[in-house]
């Protein structure tokens, strides 16, 4: 048979004094600060490569289109051409037509200049509010877990 155990008599834990509380306090408060920090450039990160993505989507989307554009402006020069004589008459339309088509042209990209810009701006803000509301969040749980330390 087994013999009885001894009760082992309680002990009170001495309350920790008030520098290994604060220690304790600030160690766990900076692991939190360190998370919250990590979450933020994880989030940076994210948003950086989302941006990168809509650049390069949108600068491919303006290539292609400028890559159409040129090709629709020699075909139609290769359609005047071939309907005007070299006369003198002729000629001078030519210059009027290029030089309209020209200015078209110019207009065109004034215009997607503009477009470009305000598509910039969108995303800038867009990643603006991601990076604000990420902060947000980091400082709220931050302050939670600051919350939570102190009230231990």
């Known amino acids: 048979m087994t013999e009885p155990k001894a009760e082992p008599k309680s002990v009170a ?15 766990k408060l900076e692991q939190v600060a360190k998370e919250a920090s ?7 990160v994210e948003s950086k490569e989302k941006l990168e993505a809509e650049a390069k989507q949108l600068n491919a989307s ?9 090709q629709d402006l020699l075909q139609r020069l290769e359609t005047i051409k071939g309907q005007l004589a070299n006369s003198q008459k002729d000629i ?11 200015t078209a042209v110019l207009d065109d990209l004034t215009k997607l200049g503009k477009e470009l ?7 800038s803000v867009k990643h ?3 990076l604000t509301e990420t902060f947000k969040r980091s400082k709220e749980h931050t302050i939670d877990a600051w919350n939570k ?3 231990k």
Do not use: C, H, N, Y
């Open 149 to 151: 330390v102190s009230s």
């Open 62 to 70: 303006v290539q292609e289109q400028l890559r159409q554009f040129k």
């Open 92 to 102: 001078s339309e030519l210059k009027e037509f290029v030089k309209t088509e020209f």
């Open 13 to 27: 834990k001495p309350k920790p004094a008030l520098k290994e509380v604060v220690a304790e306090s600030t160690e």
């Open 128 to 130: 603006k509010d991601q």
């Open 38 to 44: 990590e979450q933020v450039t994880e989030a940076v």
């Open 117 to 123: 810009k305000g598509d910039v701006s969108e995303i």
